[in-house]
């Protein structure tokens, strides 16, 4: 399984940037998928995660109101929409998928993306 994680790069505060994971190798729709990040200095945490149909998800206490994921099963992908990024929110992002269709529990991931830097600075 490969995931390609794309969409990183340098924002300012309160702007917004969208990351997306590409995911090849076994079939996409029957997986939950999620995203993580690894704050400078801290260890990787959870971020969002969404379920093999993407009827339903789950965000950590950090992204609610201001992250949204998504999926698009026809093109094996997963958004992550970030908006009014914070200074703390600098980490580099990762994709990862579950081994089931759900993300419960939410830490128990089977693979990992390569990771995308995101920094928000002024």
């Known amino acids: 399984v490969q995931l390609q994680a794309s969409g990183g790069g340098l924002v300012r505060p309160g702007e917004s940037l969208r990351l997306s994971c590409l995911a090849s190798?076994?079939?996409?729709?029957?997986?939950?998928m999620g995203w993580f990040r690894q704050r400078p200095g801290e260890e990787r945490e959870f971020v969002a995660a969404i379920n093999l149909s993407g009827g339903t998800d789950l965000y950590a206490d950090a992204a609610k109101g201001r992250f949204t994921i998504s999926r698009n099963n026809a093109k094996n992908t997963v958004d992550l929409q970030m908006n009014s990024l914070m200074r703390e929110d600098t980490a580099v992002y990762y994709c990862?998928?579950?081994?089931?269709?759900?993300?419960?529990?939410?830490?128990?991931?089977?693979?990992w993306g390569q990771g995308t830097l995101v920094t928000v600075s002024s």
């Open positions: 190798g076994r079939t996409f729709s029957r997986y939950a």
């Open positions: 990862a998928s579950y081994p089931t269709g759900s993300y419960w529990p939410k830490d128990v991931v089977e693979f």
